[in-house]
């Protein structure tokens, strides 16, 4: 089963990515995309008409079709996800409007505050869902700058609530 996993953020310190990267290590084996590899354009009706799709779009879609299982950390903007996700997500669903059909999806989310992105995770889940995805698991983790140091999750608790529900994922991935 191929996996991939990327965070919805094109930021270069992307506290989403340094997430989904430390989930990718509990995990196992799986791909880290990064939104930044990909020259994508916010969706626009009349690039696509002249266009058509650019080789990133089509790069990009290519891997979330050839996995069958996503590790997705929504980064939050404004409580939802960032404008550079929804747009990956508009051109994805430009080619094919369940593109996500068949995935089984962990979805996580974090941010500086307390309530841990859960604003992104909700609408991301939302999001992946209309487009075929199957969520499996979810988790958030609040106050990342207190809670995550060195590459993973310093508090105990939501360390093991994490790989708890890593574990579970992988439980029901393979049934």
């Not at 965070?7 to 310190?13: E, K, V």
């Not at 997430?19 to 354009?41: E, W």
């Amino acid at each position: 089963m191929n996996t991939i996993a990327f965070a919805g953020s094109n930021s270069s310190t992307s506290i989403n990515k340094q997430l989904v990267t430390y989930a990718v290590q509990l995990y196992g084996n799986a791909q880290i995309l990064d939104f930044n590899d990909y020259n994508i354009p916010t969706y626009d009706i009349d690039i696509e008409k002249k266009e058509g799709f650019s080789i990133d779009v089509n790069k990009f879609y290519s891997a979330i079709q050839d996995s069958s299982i996503l590790l997705i950390s929504f980064s939050e903007h404004n409580a939802s996800i960032t404008a550079v996700f929804k747009s990956y997500m508009d051109w994805c669903s430009r080619i094919n409007p369940k593109f996500m059909t068949d995935k089984k999806i962990f979805a996580m989310s974090t941010s500086p505050g307390g309530y841990g992105g859960r604003n992104a995770l909700e609408a991301g889940i939302k999001l992946v869902e209309k487009f075929g995805g199957t969520v499996l698991e979810e988790f958030a983790l609040p106050k990342f700058n207190e809670n995550f140091k060195e590459g993973k999750i310093t508090d105990e608790t939501l360390d093991q609530e994490l790989k708890t529900k890593m574990n579970s994922f992988q439980e029901k991935v393979l049934k």
